[in-house]
């Protein structure tokens, strides 16, 4: 089998003394890992690195198989965030999530373009933490666990929305949930509307929205915790007091 696809590399790690072997999410072929001949050389380092973008053509001799690949970088990829520390860590989180929640070889078009947009938004130091936590919600959705928070699970209000059952996944109004709001999670506006604006706390609280469905649902299941990458990008956040 032979194809050809837009790809960003999730990971790389050497194989043989030459070799190396990539992991990338395409955007027709889902999380698909290959041999990439030559990957321990110098020249191909800069775009074996986690989020950079390639044109991937890909051969096996069966589904079943290891595939080789090449790929043709274009785009600056991680490059130009050479002097960011903080939007090389959220770049490092988004790709570790993709890789360890998709399905190998399974086309999941929604989860590449949603990769693609926040690497497009790293650019905007004020708005990519939100961007962040918006990929990992479009990712649980893309799994099949998407969140509901289109009107209130317990009154059917769509106004005031504040609160996210961590049972259900769906929204709750300030209304609805304040007998038990002890128990719900918090929903930041700018999960409901990109026009909602970011509040002291909002990206923290999206973060531990989308970690809690990731966990419960996506490696959880698997016996996974979540990648460290994660971990480190929730510090780095802190550190830098963005959340």
């Known amino acids: 089998m032979e194809w050809s696809d837009p790809a960003f590399v999730l990971s790389a790690r050497l194989h043989g003394e030459t070799g190396a072997v990539v992991e990338l999410l395409t955007e027709e072929h889902g999380r698909t890992a290959a041999h990439v001949a030559g990957g321990a050389s110098r020249r191909m380092k800069s775009y074996l690195q986690p989020g950079a973008r390639v044109m991937a053509t890909y051969r096996a001799r069966t589904s079943e198989n290891l595939g080789s ?35 190998e070889r399974e086309p999941h078009p929604g989860a590449y373009l949603a990769f693609e947009a926040f690497t497009s938004a790293l650019a ?14 479009g990712l649980l959705e893309e799994l099949g666990f998407g969140l509901d928070l289109s009107r209130c699970a317990a009154t059917g209000a769509v106004d005031d929305l504040i609160y996210v059952s961590p049972r259900t996944g769906r929204a709750v109004s300030r209304a609805g949930g304040a007998p038990f709001a002890d128990r719900l999670l918090r929903l930041p ?28 649902f ?6 996974r915790p979540p990648p460290p990458a994660r971990l480190w990008l929730l510090e780095k956040l802190a550190h830098a007091q963005r959340l």
């Open 69 to 103: 690949v090449r790929l043709e970088p274009f785009g600056e990829g991680p490059a130009a965030l050479f002097d960011d520390a903080l939007a090389l860590a959220g770049l490092s989180a988004a790709a570790a999530v993709a890789q360890g929640a998709l399905p």
């Open 124 to 137: 905007v130091a004020e708005i990519w933490p939100a961007i962040y936590v918006r990929f990992e919600a």
């Open 189 to 216: 506006p700018f999960m409901l509307s990109s026009q909602g604006g970011l509040g002291e706390g909002d990206i923290a609280d999206g973060l531990a929205l989308t970690g809690y469905f990731l966990e419960q």
């Open 218 to 223: 996506i490696f959880g299941p698997l016996n």
